[in-house]
């Protein structure tokens, strides 16, 4: 079985503030995907960013970032700087393994606003 | 314009009618899919489709009824509309095996079953 956690489900910011939204996996499969999405007002899910479970790298788009660590099994995301416009719904999913009988299994998301 | 197209963006309907929820895309993904979005409970896969005439079960396939007999349709239907149905419904599409691939979606209709 595999289940994402965001335990967040709610996190207010002034703007420019740093801000960090966490992600928990389980897996059993040495080989899975992780991504993040981001949901703003509008309603459309907007595709982030993939990891998969073999490069631990952390990555930095701008004022973006994300953390992965396969030893907590954590892909946490950090907005550096918030503006208001990065207030939307964030989510984390997983998938695992190669083929078409995988899942894309979603967290439960979480709501990031961002005050002037 | 090239992308991916849900209609209508806004349905209310009764119980027990028929509901039939659209989804166009213009990449010629061969991957298809139908959330439902709920307070509490993030996004949920109802059906999925791998091509044209192939379609399986999600996590949450009850009650819903796809086809996809065009690469670029994947339609979704409520034969009988409930009001747990009330939610907000999101297609998407992908170019490859949905394990490395990232899914891109459409707006969302909103559906209320009154």
């Known amino acids: 079985a595999q289940k994402v956690t965001q335990a967040q489900t709610e996190i207010s910011v002034v703007e420019k503030e740093d801000v960090t939204l966490d992600c928990v996996y389980e897996?059993?499969?040495?080989?899975?995907?992780l991504f993040w999405y981001k949901q703003p007002p509008s309603g459309e899910l907007v595709f982030l960013i993939r990891?998969?479970?073999?490069?631990?790298q952390n990555e930095i788009s701008g004022r973006y970032s994300w953390n992965f660590q396969k030893s907590t099994s954590s892909f946490n995301f950090t907005i550096t700087a918030s503006q208001v416009v990065d207030s939307a719904v964030y989510f984390c999913a997983l998938s695992e393994g190669t083929g078409a009988n995988s899942k894309l299994t979603f967290g439960k998301g979480i709501t990031l606003s961002v005050r002037p | 314009d090239a992308g991916i197209t849900q209609s209508p963006r806004y349905k209310i309907t009764e119980t027990g009618r028929q509901v039939t929820l659209m989804c166009h895309q213009t990449?010629?993904?061969?991957?298809m899919f139908w959330y439902r979005q709920d307070l509490g409970h993030g996004l949920r896969l109802i059906y999925y489709s791998a091509a044209a005439d192939i379609t399986d079960k999600g996590e949450v396939p009850d009650g819903y009824v796809v086809s996809r007999s065009k690469t670029e349709n994947f339609p979704l239907t409520l034969e009988s509309a409930t009001r747990s149905q009330t939610s907000v419904y999101f297609c998407a599409s992908s170019e490859g095996g949905w394990s490395y691939n990232e899914q891109f979606f459409g707006p969302g209709t909103r559906l209320t079953v009154l």
């Open positions: 990449w010629s993904h061969s991957y």
């Open positions: 897996t059993r499969d040495t080989t899975y995907y």
């Open positions: 990891r998969n479970s073999f490069d631990e």
